[in-house]
């Protein structure tokens, strides 16, 4: 095929135009840059929805020169090297594709955006392939976040119904029969990790898969960590109660509080629903993979509605947009944290740190942490007193009001699923009476979530009562089934640096480790 391949005729440029019109429009919208395989690559390759999202890609809010697809969980990564597009994360395997030519095409706004011709689809299939078994094609797909999705993973495996029938005894009997007595947390998590680890050898043995070791363990975390969620996030929140109470006074000393009061450099400061929208979903979410995609959408929204907000009052001379580095979205994220009401972010994040242990550090994902913790380091660290003093009654009451969170979420973050209804205004066409979709479900859950945070930020702290029954650091007595205190090594407190110390190891190559330490 020749370099200049003429988009007109391109199977995959028709479908944008056509079939993911909706797509398509919103791509040009946000400037996303769209990746067009070349014409005689596609034959016999079928264009669908994944397809469309893993070549419409949108800037990394973390490095320059990388893309991430615009799926709902942006699962892959690729980066822009000299005429190439090399595959980051995401993908089965590292791989260059040649850029053939690229082109510079204006939305309704008059903004650029761009388009490459690349020599062949990103995921390195240019033809149809013979028909796998259900465990196969779903080894091939992007990786899976959710609970449900893991679950549904693992089950696939029909050699394995031995091993996975022993991973859910061993749930069962942690469920039934382990007691968490305060102060002895470490124990709890290191017997779910020697849970995790053996179902994976089991599973590992009987499906002969060492390739896909990786993608089985962290199936296996998901699952166990999500079966037994209640039970540990009620621990957690035991162990961090002292941090969160103090969170809860930084919180209420902030509320009203903007971006440019806290140093944020003036041309970034606009209000960021779609970002308050996405965390307040955090306590709702089981797993520690699904609650860390939370925080990295999060920021990805920051980022979005930023360059959104740049992109509107751009200087009409300059093609350049300013870029967001660490320290901007470390103090971006303050708001957003108050307004999101995160009473229970140190539960989340110790949640995260030592309830999974086979995710790398030094991702999109370890960043997306790293980033969340220094904003809580700071927030927790540093005197906001002088600034109440300056605010007038209406910054105090400054805040986004939750109706106007929602109403924002339907056209940021929370797109709703092709199949469901996208307009909500007044021309849209009403659902029968009764009948609620996904999104609005989902919609309807964040609402109360942030409602109950607000009624919970605004009562009066309550002494938290000890999950085995206690209250305060009063030693547990012998249950009435006869339970032992488990022979465990208390949990050590770790060193907590300084602020300084925490920001400089941002970066150091992410070098701040997170997972279980031993």
Request: proline share 5%; glycine share 6%; aromatic share 6%.
């Amino acid at each position: 095929m020749a370099d200049g391949d003429d988009l007109d005729f391109n199977p995959f440029f028709q479908a944008l135009q056509t079939t993911f019109k909706q797509q398509y429009s919103l791509a040009r919208h946000k400037c996303h840059m769209v990746c067009v395989p070349a014409t005689d690559t596609l034959q016999g390759r079928a264009i669908n929805q994944r397809f469309v999202e893993t070549h419409i890609l949108r800037q990394s809010p973390f490095f320059q020169g990388q893309y991430i697809s615009t799926d709902k969980d942006g699962s892959k990564t690729i980066a822009v090297e000299e005429g190439n597009i090399v595959t980051l994360e995401g993908f089965e395997e590292e791989a260059e594709v040649r850029i053939l030519s690229e082109e510079l095409a204006y939305n309704e706004d008059y903004k650029p955006y761009k388009i490459l011709v690349i020599e062949r689809p990103l995921d390195g299939i240019t033809q149809t392939s013979a028909p796998r078994s259900r465990s196969q094609s779903i080894l091939g797909e992007s990786q899976r976040i959710t609970y449900q999705e893991n679950q549904q993973y693992l089950f696939s495996f029909s050699e394995c119904r031995k091993a996975l029938a022993r991973l859910d005894r061993n749930i069962t009997e942690f469920q039934n029969n382990y007691m968490i007595v305060t102060g002895y947390l470490d124990h709890a998590v290191q017997k779910l990790q020697g849970i995790c680890q053996q179902a994976t050898e089991d599973i590992l043995k009987l499906c002969k898969r060492e390739r896909q070791i990786d993608i089985i363990a962290q199936a296996v975390e998901s699952y166990v960590v999500g079966s037994v969620h209640t039970k540990m996030w009620q621990a957690v929140c035991q162990q961090c109660k002292q941090e969160e109470s103090l969170l809860q006074k930084k919180l209420e000393e902030l509320r009203g509080v903007t971006g440019e009061q806290l140093g944020v450099k003036q041309a970034f400061c606009c209000p960021l629903p779609g970002a308050v929208v996405e965390l307040a979903t955090l306590d709702g979410l089981k797993t520690p993979l699904e609650k860390l995609s939370c925080l990295k959408r999060t920021l990805d929204s920051v980022n979005e509605e930023v360059n959104s907000h740049l992109r509107e009052n751009q200087d009409p001379t300059s093609d350049d947009l300013p870029c967001l580095v660490s320290d901007d979205l470390i103090l971006l994220l303050v708001p957003v944290l108050v307004q999101a009401r995160c009473l229970h972010l140190p539960s989340n994040i110790f949640y995260i740190e030592n309830l999974q242990w086979s995710l790398s550090s030094k991702d999109d994902l370890g960043f997306s942490l790293v980033t969340f913790q220094a904003s809580m380091e700071y927030m927790m660290s540093a005197d906001f007193s002088h600034l109440r003093t300056t605010m007038s009654p209406t910054q105090k009451n400054n805040e986004i009001s939750i109706p106007e969170l929602m109403q924002a979420a339907q056209h940021m973050t929370l797109q709703p699923s092709p199949g469901e209804r996208v307009g909500r205004g007044a021309g849209a066409e009403a659902d029968p009476p009764g009948k609620m979709t996904s999104f609005d479900k989902r919609l309807e859950s964040i609402t109360r979530m942030m409602e109950r945070s607000s009624q919970e930020l605004a009562a009066a702290p309550m002494p938290l009562k000890s999950i085995t029954g206690e209250t305060g650091d009063q030693p547990r007595q012998g249950g009435s089934r006869g339970e032992q205190v488990p022979d465990v090594i208390p949990v050590r407190k770790a060193d907590n640096s300084g602020l300084g110390d925490f920001l400089s190891s941002l970066q150091d190559d992410f070098g701040y480790s997170y997972g279980k330490q031993t």
